[in-house]
Structure formats: C-alpha cells, structure tokens
C-alpha cells in the first residue's frame, strides 16, 4: 500500500523535545513535498510545517515557528520533524502527507497519502 507512515510520538514534559519521522511505504519520498498537520482533541486539523521535495525551501506555522524544525533524508526516504521548547498546547495526532506541488502544501485538500498518525502529548 502506498502511504506515509509517522513514528516518533510520545509522552513528554513541558520544555522537553520529540522528533518525528515520515516515511514513505512502497513510494519514493523524493518528488514530493512533505507537510506536518496536527489535530488537537476537539479541533480542526491544522498545518505545522512544510518542505519541498529537495529540502531547500521550508515553511511553518505561526504556533511552532522558532521552535520546530523540519528536514529531510531523500537518501533514506524519510522527513523529520524536530519538535524542541515542546508546551502543553501542541498536545495532538500529528499526521505526514505529500504532494507534488510545494505551494499547495498549505492547503490539506491538496495532500494526498496520509499516514495514520502518531500522537504527541506534552505534560508534566
């Protein structure tokens, strides 16, 4: 089955860090932008982060900016997401999905090969 699959989520302290991975299952990563989404308990999905199919270009949402870094191995098929400063508030599922065009990467409609997710909860 061709999807994106997240890894890397767990319990962890305010100010503590994660990193998770997205990879990809009988795909190559490597002519697809990535986007993070996450959905807190009772909201809407919403974007974190994305990178272009090369890594050369990023963006990221207000909330998580300065805090969150996304990179990509396309040698190893995988992106990374970096999550440090880590606060109570981006307790949620976070979800890897791709698309062939960078500028659509906001938008969720464009995104296709959704992972199942991986849930991150930051409490003390």
């Known amino acids: 089955q061709l999807q994106l699959v997240e890894s890397g989520g767990g319990l962890v302290q305010p100010g503590g860090s994660l990193r998770l991975s997205c990879a990809a299952s009988?795909?190559?990563?490597?002519?697809?932008?990535i986007g993070w989404f996450r959905q807190a308990p009772g909201k809407e999905r919403e974007g974190v982060s994305c990178?272009?199919?090369?890594?050369?270009?990023?963006n990221y949402g207000k909330s998580v900016k300065g805090r969150f870094t996304i990179s990509r191995d396309n040698a190893n098929n995988t992106v990374t997401l970096q999550m440090n400063s880590l606060k109570p508030e981006d307790t949620a599922v976070y979800y890897c999905?791709?698309?062939?065009?960078?500028?659509?990467?906001?938008?969720?409609?464009?995104?296709?090969?959704w992972g199942q997710g991986t849930l991150v909860t930051v409490s003390s």
């Open positions: 999905a791709a698309t062939k065009t960078f500028s659509l990467c906001v938008f969720q409609r464009y995104l296709e090969r």
């Open positions: 009988g795909f190559s990563l490597d002519v697809y932008a």
């Open positions: 990178i272009s199919s090369s890594g050369d270009q990023t």
